[in-house]
């Protein structure tokens, strides 16, 4: 089965089982993200008080840690949380927002990654740079540079915390210790609506709720997401506001016919 | 004066006076709420400061307590408002969102019950069956299933708690101690959308601040939230993103006469 | 150069610098504000954390600090931000969202005024006539809609405070302790969608971090904010929903043309 059939088969699985998708993420995206993890009949719950996390999460299918707006008591709900999955066997998303934007963020995401078992670690270029220990240039939540090409550093953040990567930009890309895919699939639209990166965490973790295989799902949930960015770029023209509404549609309406025929992945080994 | 005039009379008064609608709710929903309310004329208003809560309600015509994305902090800022609103005999409502999916959402609602005199609880089926003490599964805020009816859910709740109970879903039933209304008006697609069930609290909370028998405004409001449901429906179609932005469309326009042409209520004594 | 040709250019110079407006502000708004700092090619960063926002406000262009959903926690954070923003010479700019309304919301605003030097204070009436400490009377001249009471109090908070004041409403009034703009762009529905005056602060925001005069700043970013108003309004109707996206879509298309063809300001010394 090629990757695209494999995305398929996943994008089907989640529409049959519901996967209830546990978030605890930045104040920005959380209607987004739930709205995303819904349209892909995935259900979301958000919950990030450290009296329940690791009760929630333990009917959860993934989870998924968002630092956003992070501070150190919503680290520490993260934390619990992540070790009740990984005792559980859930799958744990990582967003490393604005790693190398400031000490908070870069030590938190570090913390977490040391403590919690990730399967996916999902961000930009520049952030996925600095916690790979290659200098870079963060403005905000913006990657600005890195002193490395995109391959390179999702190479050296896989083999240095042993985890699956997915650096998202106009091209995606995924890379684990033995292999590298690259997602063709996207729009420049989805860099004008905040939260679509927060977005394609919750897709990556419904992904990955169904598929054991960490860089399978990474792989089949940005092509997806990637491909309903395309669908609703046709249908919204140059409008960040009508985008962001088709947005929701296509997450909606993308079929597993549509991902099997559109995907655009092609894989290396490294 | 039937229930559909009522709940027509209703509306046509909050659009007059303009109720201020105190939300102490979730992180997920605060802006869809809050542009709800916005939509049928009432002023929303969030607070959630322990130092400001009880001032804050002095000024407002209801109050929403909403647990989502409790945490032990906000639980007591909820009491506190809530209390103050009962000194003040303001009614209050409760959405015991996720009752039933973790320890602390059961004991928080309880808490919220046993504390505070409220007017209206909304929930689904599983949330109000868990307060009720009827075995009931609930996935994080879906509710899966319960042991009984959704009508002997209400009546159970409503003569447990002796509150007005409002049980959301394909039919919506709406009981006190002593009739039950079931209201057929909604759409599907309602289920789509992240928060639809919290904003309609804000509508039930805005009918309840104009009409003095929260039966009544429960039943009102859920016939009017559910109408526009259907508006919006029929100006999107089988899209979540655009059903959201037609839903506000049809707050916002939804008329008395349309309420009481279109409300679709089946009253029943117990 | 007059107002319009200058609110024009510094239009462009937005555009074409991309500035980090890094905002402390309400839960209630935070996706809306971030997508409205996009929409005009300044990058927006939310973090409220007091470990980084030091940190963080040292790589931003302009502050935005907005205490619609306050806790004595967060204005900690807003000061914190505010001095180290102060130290830099990076502008603020505060909303004081619901000064007047309750005493924490007064007294946070004040504090915040006396120790963080303000760039700009963009307000209502009624919240701007609360802290140059006139606001029984303006609370009645705003019912009946005077203008000449808008003047005075814009005029008054002004002098009090020695910063730039900007009132919005039907008519925006900005001034500084010398002149008077009035600014007649904008439209009706604006009222109708929750946060569009948080949306304006990011605008001020951005143009205050290209334009080093305050008082044009604001201008600016008023007439600019009405005027992409304006077109929603017509690309929309009388439908609130509808018109929320259709701003995003107008922020975004809204060029240094438009503006200096459409801004519609009025200047006057004092």
Redesign the interface.
Known sequence: MGPAQRAAADLAAIREKKP?I?SIT???????T??AT??IDA???????V??VE??VG??SALVLNI?????AWIDAMELAGKRANELGIPVILDPV?AG?????TDSSKRLLENVKISIVRGNAGEVATLAGIAAEV????SIGAEAGTDEIAARFASTYGCTVAITGPVDIVSDCKQIARISNGDAMLA????TGCMSNVIVASFASVDSDPFSAAVGALSTFGLAGEMAAKASG?????F??????AL??ISPADVASGANIKMSDI
Chains 1, 2, 3 share one sequence.
């Open positions: 209830l546990h930045n104040l920005v995206v959380m209607n987004e739930a709205n819904l349209c259900l979301p719950i958000m919950s990030h008080a009296e329940e009760e929630m009917i959860a956003g707006t992070l501070t150190p604005g934007a400031t000490k908070l963020r403005r905000g939540v913006e004008k609506v905040v939260g140059d409008k960040p506001g009508s962001h509404v088709e947005l929701y549609n909606y309406a």
